[in-house]
């Protein structure tokens, strides 16, 4: 018969925790309950509720431990960042490590993960106020990062509440669909691509002129092929009166009209 394993009140309460997160990322909170914790545990049900009330206890305190653990992340990124954007160091070298710290924190926990974005998703308003709170800290610091990154003509001009959702759903999606799904392990190419693609967006870039009309002149300089030579500019300018060849300028007709009044000379 094998020894029971002696365990401290935290590494106990941390065993419980996990055991109970296990199950109901696999079975889904609402079609799991104390019976499958302790056997899975392998404790007795007065050990259970010696250190937890409910089933809603223990995943009441799995979420508070992600929320508490995912806002210290965002503070220590945050941290990170504005130190390399006022500092004049590796803002995108930052930014780069920051998602990646996002993707590792979910990736290490996957149960925890699909816990929060498949189980609790939903489940009421004490789990939406705590993820209001979370996306409110979000909020702020990342508008304090652009912020900063503006003030220094890093980024281009910006609508702060669209930028925000922008980059906030973009992060969620990251964990939703390729975290959780799996879709891929390489976390270093994956962070790559996602700050390339919002730098590409971000980085001020100078004004584009405006469009040159295209004119026949300028098509053939171009090397498009000539219109009239085929006939059809002919018949587009024969019949009744003098009708103007697409794209003249104003000008142009001017000058055609002076010589034809006798007073810029003959065509």
């Given at each position: 018969?094998?020894?029971?394993?002696?365990?401290?009140?935290?590494?106990?309460?941390?065993?419980?925790?996990?055991?109970?997160?296990?199950?109901?990322?696999?079975?889904?909170?609402?079609?799991?309950?104390?019976?499958?914790?302790?056997?899975?545990?392998?404790?007795?049900?007065?050990?259970?509720?010696?250190?937890?009330?409910?089933?809603?206890?223990?995943?009441?305190?799995?979420?508070?431990?992600?929320?508490?653990?995912?806002?210290?992340?965002?503070?220590?990124?945050?941290?990170?960042?504005?130190?390399?954007?006022?500092?004049?160091?590796?803002?995108?070298?930052?930014?780069?490590?920051?998602?990646?710290?996002?993707?590792?924190?979910?990736?290490?926990?996957?149960?925890?993960?699909?816990?929060?974005?498949?189980?609790?998703?939903?489940?009421?308003?004490?789990?939406?106020?705590?993820?209001?709170?979370?996306?409110?800290?979000?909020?702020?610091?990342?508008?304090?990062?652009?912020?900063?990154?503006?003030?220094?003509g890093m980024i281009v001009p910006f609508d702060l509440e669209l930028l925000l959702?922008?980059?906030?759903?973009?992060?969620?999606?990251?964990i939703m669909e390729w975290v959780l799904e799996k879709k891929t392990e390489d976390?270093?190419?994956?962070?790559?691509?996602?700050?390339?693609?919002?730098?590409?967006?971000?980085?001020?870039?100078?004004?584009?002129?405006?469009?040159?009309?295209?004119?026949?002149?300028?098509?053939?300089?171009?090397?498009?092929?000539?219109?009239?030579?085929?006939?059809?500019?002919?018949?587009?300018?024969?019949?009744?009166?003098?009708?103007?060849?697409?794209?003249?300028?104003?000008?142009?007709?001017?000058?055609?009209?002076?010589?034809?009044?006798?007073?810029?000379?003959?065509?």
């Open positions: 018969m094998a020894s029971r394993v002696t365990l401290d009140r935290e590494q106990r309460e941390r065993q419980l925790l996990d055991v109970a997160c296990a199950v109901f990322a696999e079975k889904g909170y609402r079609c799991s309950n104390v019976a499958d914790i302790v056997e899975r545990a392998g404790v007795s049900r007065g050990t259970f509720y010696h250190y937890f009330e409910s089933r809603e206890a223990i995943f009441a305190r799995l979420l508070e431990d992600y929320f508490q653990r995912f806002e210290a992340i965002v503070e220590a990124n945050h941290d990170r960042l504005m130190a390399a954007i006022l500092g004049d160091g590796d803002v995108i070298g930052a930014w780069r490590e920051n998602t990646l710290e996002v993707l590792r924190f979910h990736a290490d926990r996957p149960e925890l993960t699909t816990l929060i974005y498949r189980e609790a998703i939903g489940l009421g308003r004490p789990f939406a106020r705590r993820m209001d709170r979370l996306t409110g800290l979000s909020k702020r610091r990342l508008a304090e990062e652009f912020g900063a990154l503006s003030s220094r959702l922008i980059v906030n759903g973009s992060v969620l999606g990251l976390l270093e190419t994956l962070a790559d691509n996602f700050v390339r693609y919002h730098t590409r967006a971000l980085s001020p870039i100078p004004a584009e002129p405006p469009a040159a009309r295209v004119t026949p002149t300028t098509e053939r300089r171009l090397g498009a092929p000539d219109r009239r030579a085929s006939g059809s500019g002919d018949r587009r300018e024969s019949g009744r009166g003098h009708r103007r060849a697409p794209g003249m300028s104003d000008r142009t007709k001017a000058e055609r009209e002076m010589r034809r009044d006798g007073r810029g000379g003959s065509e």
